[in-house]
Structures are given as structure tokens and as C-alpha cells.
């Protein structure tokens, strides 16, 4: 990938570069458009261990003064989380920030078996898996491309601002 900011803002951060600081206001948002990929949209956020390119993660919590953290959590193998979800760029691990991916077609890591144009659901921390499983659906993301495709353990998913499913009220 090799996502260019379209963003008239001086000072961005690369998409997949990863910083020890915040380089910008974590929770930025900026679109960007890569020849293969086409455009997507991407949010600055604080990293978490074990991240890896296409981990899927979920942000939020407050400070003790009641202002947003914009750190991420693996997305955890629990039902009925209602949680925005996002892809990392890179290995964004604790203590960096960087770029994670929120709409457009997204590299996500996968240990199960994905069919292409199928639905996405939450796999085992910060994975995803193929097909529905029951209030582990990720709405807004749905397989362009069988398991392995573009790298081992990877899929291609069109994202729309996913989110895990959460309770009907």
C-alpha cells in the first residue's frame, strides 16, 4: 500500500509510518488514495502490543479528567460490543501512534477461512473471520478477497466504518 493524504494540512503523518508521539490530534480523520487500493479513510490513533498489519481494533475510554484516550484495545472474541472497529497500517504497538484504516478496501488479519464477498465476524483478538456468526457480526465490512490474499493470514475487506454488532433494542 501506498495510501497519499489528500488532506490540504501541513505536518500528516504518512499512512502506515508510525510515530512515539502523536504527530496530530489522536482521532484525526483524513482521506487518502493509493493507485491499487483506490481511496480510503483512516484515524489517528494510539497503539496497543501485539498489533500487527490488519489488526482489528476498537478505541475509546476517558481520562480520569473525562477527555477521550483514543487508545486502541484488540478487538476482543466477545459478543454485542456496539464499538466502532478499524484496521492497523502498520505495527502499532503500546506507546506509538499511527494511522488505522476505517473506509475503503483494508487489509485485515485473518486466521480463518474468508470466501470472497462474504460477511466479516470478530475471530480470536484482533482478527477477523469469514461468515456470520451471532452478535460477532463487523458491520460495514464485508471480503473482496478469499483467505491469503494480498499475504498469508490476511483478507481484503470493503469497509464502511465498521463497527461490531451490538444488542437490538
Known amino acids: 500500500m501506498a495510501f497519499i493524504i ?3 494540512q501541513a505536518g500528516l503523518p504518512a499512512i502506515g509510518s508510525i510515530g512515539s508521539a502523536a504527530a496530530v490530534a489522536p482521532g484525526t480523520i483524513v482521506r487518502a488514495d493509493d493507485p491499487s487500493y483506490g481511496s480510503g479513510e483512516f484515524i489517528y490513533l ?8 490488519g489488526s482489528a ?10 477527555l477521550p484516550t483514543f487508545q486502541t484495545t484488540l478487538l476482543p472474541n466477545t459478543t454485542l460490543q456496539g464499538l466502532p472497529v478499524a484496521f492497523a497500517t502498520a505495527a502499532i504497538l503500546a506507546n506509538q501512534y499511527g494511522w488505522y484504516q476505517i473506509g475503503g478496501v483494508a487489509i485485515a488479519a485473518t486466521t480463518g477461512t474468508f470466501a470472497a464477498a462474504g460477511a466479516a ?4 483478538a484482533g482478527q477477523v473471520v469469514g461468515g456470520v456468526v451471532a452478535g460477532k457480526m463487523i458491520l460495514g465490512a464485508t471480503s473482496l478477497t478469499a483467505n491469503n490474499v494480498p499475504g498469508t493470514n490476511q483478507v481484503l475487506l470493503s469497509c464502511n466504518r465498521p463497527q461490531a454488532q451490538g444488542p437490538i433494542t
Open 6 to 8: 489528500r488532506e490540504n
Open 57 to 66: 481494533v476498537i478505541w475509546g475510554g476517558v481520562t480520569a479528567g473525562n
Open 46 to 53: 494510539q497503539g496497543v502490543a501485539n498489533t500487527v498489519v
Open 121 to 124: 465476524s470478530i475471530g480470536a
